[in-house]
Each structure stands twice: as C-alpha cells, then as structure tokens.
C-alpha cells in the first residue's frame, strides 16, 4: 500500500527549504508518494518536477493579520490530511509555525517530523528548540561547519537523526566544464565567475553584486555571470544586463557549477554545501541578518580549510583584495584540492521518513 508524506516548507521568494525537502522526496521508495504544501512562489518547480503540490501564501505575502494567518495554515494543513491522508507530515523550517503545532496536537494519527538545519545563531532559537518533544523524529541535515556550530541545536541529540548534507543533485548528476559551459552560453576559454547576491543594479557599485561586477569586469580575460531567481523577477521585468554578462536563469544550478571557475556568493546552507561538493573556489559574503542562520560561522569554516575566501568589506576595494587570488589558475587548482568530500544524506533522511510512514497504521 502506497503511503503519503506531505513535505510543509516555509521560504516566500526563496528556494532552500523546498530544495531539501524536494531532495528528500525525489529519495523516497516507491512505496511512497510525496506531496508538498509550500510558501514558496516556486510552486510551478514542484510542478515540473512531477510533485503533487499545493500553495499557500505566507502572511507577509499578502499583508495578513499574523494570528489570522495562522488559523488559515492550521485549517489548510487540515484540509490537506483529510485530501492526502499522509503517514507523515514533515516540516522544513527554522521555527514550527502555532498553525502547524496547532495540527500536531490535534492529529495523531500521522507521524510529525521537523527537517531542522543546525548552526544557529548563538544565544537565540530557545523557544523553538523549546517544540523538539512535539514531534516524532528530528531529521538534521549535516554540515561540514557543525565543530564550529555554537547554537542551541548543537546542545541537543537525543532523538534527532543527523544525516550527511542534503542536496538536491548527487555527484553523478554533473556535467563536465565543457558541457556545463556550452549548456549556459560560457565562453570555453574565459575565466568565468558566478555572481549569486541577490538585488542590485550591475552599474550601481554601492550594492554588492554592482561593487563585484565593476571589479570583475575591469579584468582582462574574466567573463561575468549573473544568476538569477528563476521566480522572483519575471523575464519581462528583469534588469537589461550589459553585453559582456552572461544572465543565469536554471534550476537546478548544481550540476551546472562545473562551469564556473569562481562562484560570488551568500553563505547559505545550500550554496556553501554544493559549492564545496562540485570544488568551486568562492568567495562568501555572510549575511549577517538572517533570522537565525549563522551563515558566518559557516563561511569561517570554508575560509579555514583553504577552500573559499571571505569578502567581509562592502566595497569595490574590499572584493578586489578577497577575489583577486582567485583569479591565478594555481590557487584556484589548491583550493579545488582544500575542498572536502561532501555526502548527500537526502537518501538516508528519505529512509527515515519511510519508516516511520511504514509504522502508522
């Protein structure tokens, strides 16, 4: 008999949590069918890739009472059970929403998970960490910075099933430079650089990624890519590129990342994990405002084990100094070689799931 489990994602324009937990579903048996509840704009991806998907919008999305919001998650989730009668109902999110835990209460007659990433921010997260006991298993994809996670999850083991990284793509599913190249219109030969940093005009130099590309693009030999959200900014709106850069508009990017010799990046969990398994020297620019990520710590470690760089200046000068090195074939080729082997764990957290669907009824 065929079981459900119903993957529940936060994110409004972003794409991390769903990407997991997409990665986890395309992993489960055939003995199980995944469904997936999202806050993501991302829905026609889901769609595309054969998922049965639904959509809900966040409350900031649409300028909803926050409690309202709540509520209407709460009655949606349960929509959902009664439509998909789910084994398992597993959410991927810094902090269980009070709809959601709201269900967990009400519904026993599924298993509830939390897909909850480590390397929190120090000293914060105490009242989420608080709902670990609500759930009946703990799935925590690994990362390669944890000796260095000083957050509250770090603390906290018992009942909690940590795998190795969870990426969408594994190894086998890359293509070769010179694929990978062809495939997005890079020059064979250039020194090609990735620029993923989100808003910013290329020729304003006072946001990130416009600082990088007048650096980048002043340097003979260096082709210039700008990826892009492939759901944010609509093709007719997005910003008219200069000639000389290349717009970037695929997902999944990973078995792509062969094609750039530099990647420019946030420190994200995806990013710096499949950065780090396709052995692409970066250079990483923490967000220092996330809610709880400590995507600092996290580039410290990449920057530690020769792997990546660190551009911890905003300005066209401070890049320079951290991208510059990057652009010698030699350091480069010892940095591909710092770079540690990185396991995808989204098969081992499918196999949880699929236990613990097995188990209910």
Not at 229 to 253: F, G, H, K, N
């Amino acid at each position: 008999m065929t079981k459900r489990i119903l993957f529940v994602t936060t994110n409004g324009v972003g794409l991390g949590h769903l990407t997991r937990s997409m990665a986890i579903g395309k992993r489960l048996p055939a003995d199980c069918t995944p469904v997936v509840l999202t806050l993501s704009q991302a829905l026609p991806i889901v769609r595309e890739q054969g998922v049965f998907a639904e959509f809900l919008h966040s409350a900031g999305t649409v300028g909803a009472d926050r409690m309202d919001w709540q509520l209407l998650l709460e009655h949606r989730l349960g929509e959902l059970c009664d439509t998909y009668d789910p084994a398992v109902v597993a959410f991927d999110g810094t902090s269980p929403y009070p709809g959601l835990v709201a269900r967990v209460l009400a519904d026993d007659a599924r298993a509830w998970v939390w897909t909850r990433r480590g390397m929190w921010r120090a000293g914060l997260g105490a009242d989420a960490l608080a709902l670990s006991p609500l759930f009946d298993a703990i799935v925590e994809p690994g990362d390669l910075a944890a000796a260095g996670d000083r957050g509250a999850t770090a603390r906290v083991r018992e009942g909690v099933h940590r795998v190795d990284p969870v990426m969408l793509c594994d190894p086998a599913d890359a293509l070769d430079r010179r694929a990978a190249r062809r495939e997005l219109g890079l020059d064979p030969d250039a020194v090609c650089v990735l620029l993923q940093l989100g808003a910013g005009q290329l020729n304003d130099v006072d946001t990130l990624r416009g600082a990088a590309a007048s650096v980048l693009r002043a340097k003979p030999g260096v082709q210039v890519a700008v990826a892009e959200s492939t759901i944010a900014v609509s093709r007719a709106t997005a910003e008219a590129l200069p000639s000389d850069v290349v717009r970037v508009r695929v997902y999944p990017l990973q078995p792509l990342l062969a094609a750039f010799d530099v990647a420019v990046t946030a420190a994200g969990y995806n990013s710096v994990h499949e950065l780090l398994a396709a052995r692409t020297p970066a250079v990483f620019v923490p967000n220092r405002r996330t809610q709880l990520d400590d995507q600092v710590a996290r580039a410290q470690h990449a920057v530690a084990i020769g792997a990546a760089r660190l551009w911890d200046d905003p300005t066209p000068e401070g890049f320079e100094r951290a991208v510059e090195p990057l652009l010698e074939a030699s350091t480069r080729e010892e940095m591909r070689a710092a770079a540690p082997g990185v396991g995808n764990g989204a098969g081992d957290a499918a196999a949880v799931l699929a236990r613990l669907a097995r188990e209910v009824r």
